[in-house]
């Protein structure tokens, strides 16, 4: 009876956005433009603010009964920090907002920002985990005993036997280097207020409900007064996510001087102050028996986590997301770790696509190669005793693993890589002074939780759940409004499919209506690897819903049971017979006719959806050659094998694939936010922050199984984050592969020529 | 990322853009040719011009000619258009060669060759192709027209032997006779990025040894330079691999890398070893 579904028919976003007739948050006009005067220390107390004469310049004082972004967590061991929407006395990072002042263009008000004088006294900062947790380190905020913001730690009652009975216990560090998703589309935001007090604020976010609940929180206004429009958005990957102090500023200032403001970030202020990620440091010792297998695990997780705490997520995400779900797809039962938030004197640290995932895997990945390096076994080998192949799975932090295909996956990734093809021609290559490399990356992604999985963290601010509204009108089309609020990842065309399915007519019939807090319920947004998952679900059951009323009204309308009718391609038919009526006139009827029917008149449903959550699984693999003479790497093949359950729209899950791995490559070879000593940021430009091009990123081999399970009602995993967790560490193992005839190892990402030719120089000597 | 503002001038001749040069250099006057270097750091308010002075619509400047046995190219010859054989023979190829390595194709597109010179990038690639062949930069002041020959042109890291009131009209490169072989390498982190070594090599093989070496180098020091020293090395020599790596190693030790954050002062030294090896072998296939 599926007809939509697992079809890859062409996106419905993509008419307008290919034409250049998307509408984003830049194209609005604006009677004044904001230009924010941002710290050009790391750590420092401003002493004085000199704006030139006659202009507007806004600072801390101005903003009087304005509140800090403080997002909590309830948990003993965590300690929230405050960030003032303008410095109030310390600054804390480069790019830290300092002033606001207003323009006439954003030109003008550059202009203007430029003639602001600073006056501040610079002070040591701590830029660094290991210099963070010296003795004597400066403290980032006042009235914290040190710089760590977080630290969990948790040991398995039986970890210390397993560990002293273990055949052999393998090492490895790695470090996952600072990094920035960087969207196409940089921030921006639109408040417009208009006489009766209102104020519309268009931005480019994820999470448009919570940004509206934010930023009347903190300006204490009611909520009510306060519109958040997400029009079409460029692309976020987590950056957009977090609450972006300037959309409060900028609602501030159209509140203030009754009119309209814009605000729209250029690439240096979302290089420099847009939110960062991924600064870790993970170790693992993995203690396995004789036969290989994992029997026990300990991290040591450091996270650098900025100068801020991005809300709702806290400064804690990273390091908790570590702790949680370090032993990846695993069986191991026995496991300790211990996972530090770090603050320090740089840009705030928050969720990007994948979050600690790539670098958690680097790590397990890494174990597994050097491990099976100890005990002479193919990489593949190794995994194959130790990945988790019953279900459901609970791993040593309780994380329930549902049904998948672990195993099953990365054999299918096998096949298709010919690895003894493969290692012959890498034999024959190093005899011409070639270095070929192979690296296997294996793991699960945690996608689609609920609100349980967010309250397990303690987060003050508890997401999960998503609503939709659906309503089918006269004419019989139907708007589903969402909670979730989608910037690239084809809800309008998935959702429809699913919706359409269910109510049995084309999707063409259904409009998804999203990002506009007066148009849509109550809803997390889009993040996580969560909305085709959770929204999809709540779409499924309202669509049930409507099926059922729709039936029951063609029931009356058809003078036959309801359960003999059957709605198929726009018609309801009585089952077996010619007698039927289009659905578009049973729509007609219950507005028009409804007196007709004992049911509330019209045709809306809403229904919600909160799932524990469910682990789609891929391997990736990684051929690579490295020129070991300008220790250039290039990716020759690359192949995923993804199992993330049912496949709505193929096409669209291919497109998700080949982003995050591009993004994962990136991670692996190019990107990387440098800081200097004196806490200078120097890669403000896409000169310096390497993002690849369509160049570097090689065509991607992409296989799928679909292992359906019941954690998803849509019977469809997430898999948004999947290509940035499993690349890095396929490129890396590959990298290593190549290097062995020098003994050079590298755990460290990205694996840029400079590592490279350190690792070289060091195996050398 | 919004200029600081400027007034633009558009100029309908060289004397023109010269005696605007002459009366705004002194305040921050710039010629404006494709763009592509200036506007993106008039944007990051690196560049912080007043007035530009744009010889865009000057007519005559947008074609390459053949003029006494010399290769002419006017101050607004775009880079994509060496794609194609400028001129047919080896150095026609040698251009169209190394065009490709220039930025992408809406850089080319805009672009141009003497701004590329002017600007003086040290990792950029016409000035090593400049310097390589021994070309002549013509420039223009209210007092007359010089020529300065490459060896004395580039000064420092974007610095030249241009004064402040000279535009620079057009680089003369000196044709290649039939039977000149070039060879071409870079290397750079992404395709189309700044180039961190690059090299550029020439010969003519009589009787089967090396005549008349030449061997440029750029991305390494601030400024491009040729290497007469290991010229020398080469000249008289047949061809061959183990020559090659000894010159590549002569290469190396005989620089002074510059360092930034991607590529130490160790891992350049032997990007120029690569690349300079193998521009070396790339002159003989």
């Known amino acids: ?765 | 990322m919004k200029p600081s503002s400027f007034t633009h001038h558009e100029v309908g001749s060289i004397d023109e853009a010269v005696a605007a040069l002459a009366r705004f250099s002194a305040e921050g006057g710039r010629i404006l040719a494709g763009g592509q270097s200036l506007v993106p750091m008039m944007a990051f308010r690196l560049a912080q011009p007043t007035h530009l002075i744009d010889i865009n619509r000057i007519p005559g400047l947008d074609r390459p000619r053949l003029e006494a046995g010399e290769l002419v190219i006017p101050a607004c010859v775009r880079h994509a258009g060496f794609h194609q054989q400028v001129i047919p023979g080896p150095l026609g190829d040698m251009l169209a060669t190394v065009v490709r390595h220039i930025a992408h194709v809406p850089i080319r597109n805009r672009g141009t060759f003497c701004g590329s010179i002017a600007h003086a990038d040290p990792s950029a690639e016409w000035p090593v192709v400049l310097v390589a062949l021994d070309g002549v930069v013509v420039a223009r002041g209210v007092a007359g027209t010089r020529e300065i020959p490459a060896a004395a042109f580039f000064q420092g890291i974007m610095t030249t032997a241009l004064a402040e009131h000279e535009m620079l009209t057009e680089i003369r490169l000196p044709n290649a006779a039939a039977g000149q072989r070039y060879g071409f390498c870079e290397h750079a982190r992404r395709a189309g990025d700044y180039a961190q070594a690059i090299a550029l090599a020439g010969w003519r093989i009589s009787e089967g040894v090396i005549r008349q070496a030449r061997l440029a180098i750029g991305g390494v020091e601030p400024t491009p330079r040729r290497l007469p020293a290991v010229e020398a090395l080469l000249d008289g020599h047949a061809p061959n691999d183990a020559l090659f790596s000894e010159v590549a190693d002569a290469v190396a030790h005989c620089v002074t890398p510059m360092e930034d954050p991607q590529v130490s002062a160790s891992l350049r030294r032997d990007l120029l070893r690569a690349t300079t090896r193998r521009a070396l072998q790339r002159a003989c296939a």
């Open chain 1, 1 to 765: 009876m599926t007809t939509w579904v697992g079809r890859s028919i062409r996106r419905f976003e993509d008419p307008a956005l290919v034409r250049g007739q998307g509408r984003f948050t830049a194209d609005l006009p604006a009677a004044r433009w904001v230009r924010f005067v941002r710290s050009p220390v790391a750590s420092g107390l401003v002493e004085r603010i000199t704006p030139p004469a006659g202009s507007v310049c806004i600072t801390h004082a101005d903003l009087v009964g304005v509140r800090p972004i403080k997002p909590m967590l309830d948990r003993f061991d965590y300690v929230p920090i405050e960030q003032p929407l303008l410095a109030k006395a310390c600054v804390r990072y480069v790019g830290d907002l300092v002033a606001a002042v207003l323009g006439t263009t954003a030109a003008d008000a550059e202009d203007i920002a430029d003639q602001v004088l600073l006056d501040i006294t610079a002070l040591q900062p701590v830029m660094d985990t290991p210099s963070a947790l010296a003795e004597d380190a400066p403290v980032v905020h006042a009235g914290m005993s040190d710089n760590i913001v977080v630290r969990a730690q948790m040991c398995t009652p039986g970890h210390a036997q397993a560990w002293a009975a273990a055949d052999r216990i393998i090492d490895c560090d790695i470090r996952s280097h600072r990094q920035s998703g960087q969207p196409i589309e940089a921030r921006a935001a639109h408040a417009a207020w208009d006489s009766s007090g209102r104020v519309t604020l268009t931005c480019t976010a994820q999470m448009p409900h919570l940004m509206r609940t934010a930023i009347a929180d903190l300006l204490d206004m009611p909520e009510a007064d306060l519109r958040v429009v997400a029009p079409d958005v460029g692309g976020g990957f987590g950056q957009k996510m977090s609450l972006a102090p300037e959309y409060a500023l900028v609602v501030w200032l159209a509140r203030k001087f009754r009119t309209s403001i814009a605000w729209v970030e250029d690439r240096r202020e979302n290089l420099m102050a847009s939110f960062h990620s991924r600064d870790l440091a993970i170790s693992v010792q993995g203690a396995f028996d004789a036969q290989a297998r994992l029997v026990a695990l300990s991290g040591d997780v450091l996270a650098n986590v900025g100068a801020y705490a991005p809300y709702p997520n806290t400064a804690a995400v990273e390091p908790l997301m570590s702790f949680a779900e370090l032993p990846g797809p695993y069986a191991v039962a026995e496991y300790a770790c211990l996972a530090r938030g770090v603050v320090t004197n740089t840009c705030a640290s928050a969720p990007y696509r994948g979050v600690s995932r790539p670098a958690l895997t680097l790590a397990m990945e890494r174990l597994m190669d050097k491990a099976a390096r100890s005990f002479g076994l193919l990489p593949e080998e190794i995994r194959r005793r130790n990945l988790v192949q019953q279900f459901p799975h609970t791993s040593p932090t309780g994380l329930i693993y549902d049904t998948a295909s672990y195993r099953e996956t990365m054999e299918l990734a096998l096949r298709v890589a010919d690895l003894t093809r493969f290692r012959q021609r890498q034999v024959t290559a190093r005899v011409e002074k070639r270095y070929l490399g192979v690296g296997i990356a294996t793991f699960c992604e945690r996608t689609g939780y609920g609100s349980p999985a967010f309250a397990a963290r303690g987060m003050g601010v508890t997401p999960g759940w998503e609503t939709v509204q659906l309503a089918m009108d006269p004419s019989g089309f139907v708007e589903a409004r969402i909670g979730a609020s989608p910037h690239g990842q084809g809800l309008r065309t998935t959702l429809a499919q699913i919706i359409a399915d269910a109510v049995g007519i084309v999707p063409e019939r259904v409009r998804i209506i999203h990002g506009d807090t007066d148009r849509t319920p109550y809803g997390w947004g889009t993040f996580a690897s969560r909305s085709l998952v959770i929204s999809g679900g709540a779409c499924l059951i309202a669509a049930q819903q409507l099926h059922t009323r729709l039936c029951r009204v063609a029931s009356i309308m058809l003078e036959a049971a309801e359960a003999d009718i059957e709605l198929r391609d726009g018609i309801a038919r009585v089952a077996g017979t010619d007698r039927t009526i289009a659905i578009a006139d049973i729509a007609r009827a219950s507005y028009h006719g409804a007196h007709r029917f004992a049911e509330s008149p019209g045709l809306q449903e809403t229904a919600s959806y909160d799932p524990l959550g469910t682990f789609s699984n891929a391997t990736h693999i990684a051929f690579v050659d490295v020129d070991v003479e300008t220790c250039a790497v290039r990716i020759e093949r690359f192949i995923v094998a993804e199992d993330a359950g049912r496949l709505i729209n193929p096409m669209i899950v291919d497109g998700q694939i080949r982003g995050g791995v591009a993004q994962g490559i990136a991670n692996a070879l190019y990107e990387e936010i440098v800081y200097d000593e004196h806490g200078d940021i120097l890669t403000t430009t896409l000169a310096d922050f390497l993002m690849p091009t369509a160049h570097e990123i090689p065509p991607l081999e992409i296989h799928h199984l679909e292992t359906l399970s019941d954690a998803s009602i849509i019977g469809a995993k997430g898999l948004g984050e999947g290509g940035t967790i499993g690349a890095p560490a396929a490129v890396l193992n590959a990298i290593n592969d190549a290097l062995q005839p020098f003994g050079a190892e590298l755990d460290a990402m990205p694996a840029t020529p400079l590592r490279i030719h350190d690792a070289l120089r060091a195996a050398r000597t």
